[in-house]
């Protein structure tokens, strides 16, 4: 009997075959981690400084968090929120004592919880319109925003490249210039209901919003009855060296959007709401299949876990002064190629002089994978756990990069 040969096909050429094409992808195929590293399917290893776009906050395969999630794994896997989970209740807990007195909702990712805001948002505008529909929905965002894909986060994000062959988009969205206070007061009206913008911007180029421009937008909402809401899906759990990046100005908004990182890989999104507004929302109003699931739960649990046992908070503080100077030295060292590094703890951007693509490329294969951002910015994102070892070899990764292309 003749056995038939066994085809194998790579994983590249399966992508090619088979995955919809909406990702410019490196050619790169990764198949395991380790803390701060990666190793492709060819056996070499890269330091990961993307951390999953800003998702793996405690590096890969971090022994507690593989263990919490295998137990309840074994254990109890999803429910549906038509019944109550012990781990989302503690999660809630949790959160709320970072974030103020108010109430959280569990979704899967940050365009959700991005979503779940804009109809927090709209809900506010019914009660300050007295129940009518439709009368008070504005919400003022940031120009050069970015909240997510789906379509209310589309049509709050002004990007061409990311609105383009959606229109019509949802109607309802004006746009202030980020730290501009005065633009973003000229646009409220009586229609206006919520002004919403992202502590740090990451996607457009890593953009921290002033503490006095922060300090002006919760003035601006108290004045005018309306909601503040603040997306920290990429800039919060941590990231910035606070458990949320608008810690640092001293504020506190009425709803907060967070993902990425609260699961430590593991999909999961929430949005805290402040007491004022926690009640907007009833049964029936809004809903997730596999939002807060037992499992999703576990995951997010043991990255505060880790966080706490291991001071992590403290650890991004300490750490990232040092590696910023370490990183500003190369604006001095290649003035024609790097222009200048800003951000916040480990969210940050190296401004370069020209497109990040070959940069990006040349990193890869010195063994750094950086994410690119706006306008000709290289994303920095390691890891919270990080090491001041690894984070000076990837300035010296950087530094012989630039050296090497002139």
């Known amino acids: 009997m003749t056995v038939p040969s066994i085809i194998r096909t790579s994983t590249a050429d399966l992508y090619d075959a088979y995955v919809l094409k909406n990702y410019a992808r490196a050619p790169l195929t990764l198949v395991r981690g ?4 990666v190793w492709d399917d060819q056996g070499k290893a890269y330091l990961d400084f993307t951390s999953g776009i800003a998702v793996s906050a405690l590096g890969h395969c971090h022994p507690h968090w593989v263990a919490a999630v295998q137990r309840q794994a074994g254990e109890l896997i999803h429910t549906s929120n038509l019944f109550r989970n012990p781990n989302q209740a503690e999660l809630a807990r949790r959160l709320v004592g970072h974030a ?4 959280v909702f569990f979704c899967n990712s940050g365009a959700e919880a991005d979503e779940a805001l804009i109809k927090l948002a709209r809900l506010h505008g019914v009660c300050k319109a ?27 994000t002004p990007q061409e490249k990311i609105q383009k062959g959606f229109r019509p988009l949802v109607p309802g969205f004006a746009f202030g210039e980020l730290n501009n206070l005065q633009s973003f007061a000229d646009l409220v ?9 992202e502590t740090i911007q990451g996607e457009s180029g890593i953009n921290p919003c002033t503490t006095e421009f922060l300090t002006g937008l919760r003035r601006l909402c108290d004045e005018h009855n309306l909601l503040f809401l603040l997306d920290e899906v990429q800039c919060g759990i941590g990231r910035t060296g606070k458990f949320y990046a608008f810690e640092h100005a001293g504020v506190r ?6 993902a990425k990182g609260l699961g430590g890989g593991f999909p999961i999104g929430s949005m805290w709401v402040g007491e004022r507004a926690a009640d ?3 049964p029936g109003s809004h809903g997730t299949t596999f939002g807060g699931t037992p499992l999703a739960c576990a995951a997010a649990l043991a990255v505060l876990d880790v966080m706490e046992r291991e001071q992590l908070l403290a650890h991004v503080t300490n750490a990232s002064g040092p590696w910023l100077i370490a990183l500003a030295t190369l604006a001095k060292d290649f003035p024609t190629r790097v222009l200048g590094v800003r951000g916040r703890g480990f969210l940050v951007g190296v401004q370069m002089a020209e497109d990040t693509a070959a940069d990006v490329t040349a990193l890869r294969e010195a063994g750094l994978l950086v994410a690119p951002a706006g306008g000709n910015v290289l994303r920095f994102l390691p890891p919270l756990n990080a090491t001041r070892q690894e984070l000076a070899q990837s300035v010296e990764i950087f530094r012989k990069v630039l ?3 002139g």
């Open 130 to 156: 007295g129940g009518e529909e439709g009368k008070c929905y504005k919400i003022i965002c940031a120009q050069k925003a970015f909240h997510g894909r789906m379509f209310g986060g589309m049509s709050a």
């Open 280 to 282: 907007l929302f009833q």
């Open 100 to 103: 103020g007195p108010g109430r």
């Open 189 to 197: 009206d009586d229609q206006t209901a919520a002004i919403f913008v």
């Open 403 to 405: 050296a090497s292309r």
């Open 34 to 37: 380790r803390g701060t590293q």
């Open 253 to 258: 908004p009425d709803a907060i959007a967070m």
